[in-house]
């Protein structure tokens, strides 16, 4: 090289193994513009130039890439979008002295844009300086989080919904602790925001009525939520309603809507705008709440109610109006009482109430078949219940598969009912220190469900024995807890929430209704392992059903004595039944033991969910034979023509069963031991007969 004179600047910078552009203009800064020479318009590169400028741009490219790409460093450019200024402005305020400290500089190996030629240094700011280990742009606090998604954090911000500290008023920075904790209530006070909104839209049955019927109507819920009793005309309320908040709800609903259609069947309304919600948006023209005066009801508006809806709906009004006429009666007779022409007029409105109350049917037994809308019940096999669990997992139109097919799976073996899951909580269950389900020797989990949620508030877990949670489903609401732990935000402890919640992230927030199954509407058309009728009537609450009728038509063979009284409050225990004994078994029977209770448990319900293993479950056990289930109900379901002795064991069994039927409870005309010597002379019989249906 020494023995070049001079280079232009393409030859330089290919000796040098910087790109043209950078070499150019390194070369012109200080100090290598001393090497550039020019010849009249051209400028050359003396070669000892080289080395200085290679040694130069390796230093502080080396820093730039260290600097950029350290998480302890920001580059300006992000500091200034942090800031809501322009990248001059920020290089302005570093000049003037403002981030003194704060701050390193790197010289450019590169030439800047043409707007910022003076700027010849990359800046990088210390993170920690500048944000103080707590601020963070929106974007950051999104990837940090995933309680929202950052396109929601970003709407809320255009809302103003997100709070900032006063210095940074201005700013894209905000303090990334304070906004994590503020986001769940935020995420919760938007979604009722907007279901505040529909409802405003969507006006419910009380809010069309006038302000004294809605007067009237809230100071009679105030008056039953306070526990007042209404005792009039022979009727009682019970003082405590179950389900307190959920049934004033009804109450408000139910008598809202029979009074809603009166007042449009005065108004000469035919349309059943009523029915649908989103067309009472738009009022039909003409309705006018004041043309109904609660007081002065007569029995014709019955005639609007009962020619738009069925009978059971009608004994449903009749269930809420009563009450509520009683209660108006009653205050009425009594202020009454001491003025002889307001008694009078009090008598007159007393009985077209009467007349108008007659006019409902009271139970269903008043109804014509047709109007009860009956349905018939669905009793799954062990293999029909886990070929719906696989289905509800293959369902590729569900939003949660896996929550539908949890749901299903502690239905069919703890017995929980529909309306009671969106009430269920993670620490229901007896947990261990991670927030998972807690396990006995052989796998078991318990479920303590308490009274305030469950039906009426009068069916809680066994108050000793809990309610046991079989191996299998214990892994599968495991694997759910799984699930929902990786989609909850740290911040939030594992162990605690509901289980079956309509955001994963808020595991405080709650379904405000009890929770519909649309997915049954799918599963249906997939069930053809049942007729059509049963097919069409099929519901979530067939797992219930199906749970009893597993446990007490599974005929135990390892310990015969647990078919009778052993399995029959083995399943009350587990479905939250009272169990049902007569008074002989109340008062001269001990409680079955628990070693009893999981007994009858583990040769029922403890079955695997998977297909085959399960054949073999029940082929081990005795409950199947091939693809011939045989438990109780295959002896008695279908009588065989083709086999005499068979036929005949089966006619007897279906006779001792109908006679056990009928002897559940002591005939009036037995003592005591003539009853229990019936019941355990046909029990036996039984026995034998099974023994025998087995062989044959």
């Known amino acids: 090289m020494e023995n070049l004179t001079l280079l232009t600047r393409n030859q330089a910078a290919k000796l040098s193994g910087i790109s043209g552009k950078c070499f150019n203009y390194l070369v012109q800064q200080t100090p290598f513009v001393q090497y550039l020479v020019k010849d009249e318009s051209n400028y050359f590169v003396q070669p000892e130039a080289i080395p200085l400028i290679q040694e130069y741009y390796s230093e502080h490219n080396e820093a730039y890439h260290f600097y950029n790409n350290s998480p302890e460093y920001i580059a300006a450019y992000h500091v200034a979008r942090m800031l809501n200024l322009s990248f001059r402005e920020l290089v302005e305020q570093i000049r003037r002295g403002n981030w003194e400290g704060k701050y390193v500089e790197i010289p450019k190996c590169a030439p800047p844009p043409p707007d910022l030629l003076d700027i010849r240094m990359n800046y990088f700011f210390i993170r920690s300086a500048v944000l103080e280990n707590r601020f963070n742009t929106i974007e950051q606090i999104g990837k940090n989080t995933n309680l929202v998604s950052l396109s929601q954090l970003r709407q809320y911000q255009r809302a103003g919904l997100l709070p900032q500290p006063a210095h940074l008023l201005g700013t894209n920075l905000y303090d990334e602790t304070e906004i994590i904790t503020l986001l769940p209530s935020l995420k919760v ?23 004294k019927q809605q007067e009237l109507l809230r100071k009679y819920l105030r008056f039953r939520e306070n526990g007042g009793v209404i005792d009039y005309n022979g009727y009682r309320s019970a003082p405590q309603i179950a389900n307190k908040d959920e049934m004033i709800e009804v109450m408000k609903r139910t008598i809202s809507s029979a009074f809603v259609l009166i007042i449009a069947g005065r108004c000469g309304i035919e349309d059943d705008f009523h029915k649908n919600p989103f067309q009472r948006i738009q009022l039909p023209d003409g309705f006018n709440p004041d043309v109904f005066d609660i007081y002065k009801v007569t029995k014709d508006d019955y005639l609007f109610l009962s020619t738009k809806r069925k009978g059971k709906t ?31 007029k009090f008598t007159r409105i007393k009985r077209r109430i009467m007349k108008f109350l007659q006019q409902f049917p009271r139970k269903d037994s008043e109804l014509n078949k047709a109007d009860v809308n009956t349905r018939t019940k669905t009793f799954l096999t062990r293999e029909q219940m886990v070929l719906i669990k696989h289905y509800l997992l293959e369902d590729l139109r569900a939003r949660d598969p896996l929550k539908n097919a949890t749901m299903w799976q502690l239905s069919c073996t703890t017995g929980i009912r529909p309306e009671e899951l969106h009430k269920l909580k993670i620490e229901h269950f007896q947990l261990d220190y991670d927030g998972y389900l807690k396990t006995d020797e052989k796998g078991w989990g318990i479920l303590r469900l308490p009274a305030s949620i469950s039906k009426q508030e009068n069916s809680p877990s066994h108050p000793d024995y809990h309610t046991p949670i079989p191996p299998d489903t214990v892994k599968q609401l495991n694997q759910f807890l799984s699930f929902i732990y990786r989609k909850q935000d740290q911040s939030f402890p594992k162990g605690k929430g509901f289980l079956f919640r309509p955001d994963y992230a808020l595991p405080e927030y709650q379904y405000k209704k009890p929770m519909t199954f649309g997915f049954i509407n799918r599963l249906r058309q997939q069930l053809d392992f049942l007729d059509d009728v049963r097919k069409q009537d099929f519901i979530f609450k067939a797992s219930r059903h199906s749970l009893n009728n597993i446990i007490m038509r599974t005929f135990i063979r390892d310990d015969i004595s647990l078919n009778d009284l052993a399995k029959r409050t083995a399943a009350d225990h587990q479905l939250r039944h009272k169990p049902t004994r007569s008074v002989g078994e ?33 082929e081990e056990r005795g409950y199947r034979v091939g693809t011939m289930i045989l438990e109780v109900e295959s002896f008695t379901d279908n009588l065989d023509e083709e086999n005499p002795e068979r036929n005949d064991l089966q006619e007897q069994l279906l006779k001792i069963d109908s006679e056990l039927i009928q002897i559940q409870q002591k005939p009036k005309g037995m003592t005591e031991q003539q009853w229990i010597s019936k019941r355990q002379s046909l029990i036996a019989s039984k026995k034998k007969i099974i023994t025998t249906l087995k062989g044959v």
């Open 314 to 344: 009608l004994i449903n009004y009749y269930q809420q109006l009563r009450p509520f006429y009683y209660y108006l009666l009653d205050s009425m007779e009594e202020d009454a009482m001491d003025d002889e022409d307001e008694f009078r």
């Open 586 to 618: 109340e008062y001269y029977l001990s409680e079955i033991s628990k070693e009893q209770y999981y007994q009858v448990l583990d040769a029922t319900i403890n079955f695997p969910w998977d297909l085959e293993k399960l054949k073999v479950w029940e």
């Open 189 to 211: 006070q938007v979604k009722e925001s907007f279901s505040e909104f529909v409802g405003e839209n969507l006006k419910s049955a009380f809010d069309l009525l006038n302000q």
